[in-house]
Nanobody, 115 residues
Framework: QVQLVESGGGLVQPGGSLRLSCVAS????????WAWYRQAPGTERELVAH???????MYADSVKGRFTISRDNAKNMMYLRMNSLNPEDTATYYC?????????WGQGTQVTVSS
C-alpha cells in the first residue's frame, strides 16, 4: 500500500503562484510514475502533469510553461509549482502514484484562483 497526502492549496489571485506538495509513504519502491490531476466542479478529472521515475516529464497543453512538476526522492515528495494562475485553474488537485500493478490517489487539495 502507498498513502498520498497533498497540501499547499488555497486561495490565490489571478497571476499568482502556489506550490502543491504530495508526501508518499508505504511501499514506494513499487511506484514508477507520479502525476498531478485536477477536477473542477461538473468536469472530468484531467491530467495536469506526469513524471516518471527516470525524471521525464509531460504536461497538459493548458499548463505548459506555467506549471512545473518535480520529485524529491530522498523525502518521498512530489511537487507542482504553479505560476501565472488564472481562474480556469480552479479545481481540486490530486496526487497519483502508479506502479505495474498499483494505482493510488490522494484525497486532493483545493486551489481557487479568484480576485
Amino acid at each position: 500500500q502507498v498513502q498520498l497526502v497533498e497540501s499547499g492549496g488555497g486561495l490565490v489571485q489571478p497571476g499568482g503562484s502556489l506550490r502543491l506538495s504530495c508526501v508518499a509513504s508505504g511501499n514506494i519502491f513499487r511506484i514508477n510514475a507520479w502525476a498531478w490531476y485536477r477536477q473542477a466542479p461538473g468536469t472530468e478529472r484531467e491530467l495536469v502533469a506526469h513524471i516518471r521515475s527516470g525524471g521525464s516529464t509531460m504536461y497538459a497543453d493548458s499548463v505548459k510553461g506555467r506549471f512545473t512538476i518535480s520529485r524529491d526522492n530522498a523525502k518521498n515528495m512530489m511537487y507542482l509549482r504553479m505560476n501565472s494562475l488564472n481562474p480556469e485553474d480552479t479545481a481540486t488537485y490530486y496526487c497519483r502514484a502508479m506502479g505495474t500493478m498499483e494505482d493510488y490517489w490522494g484525497q486532493g487539495t483545493q486551489v481557487t484562483v479568484s480576485s
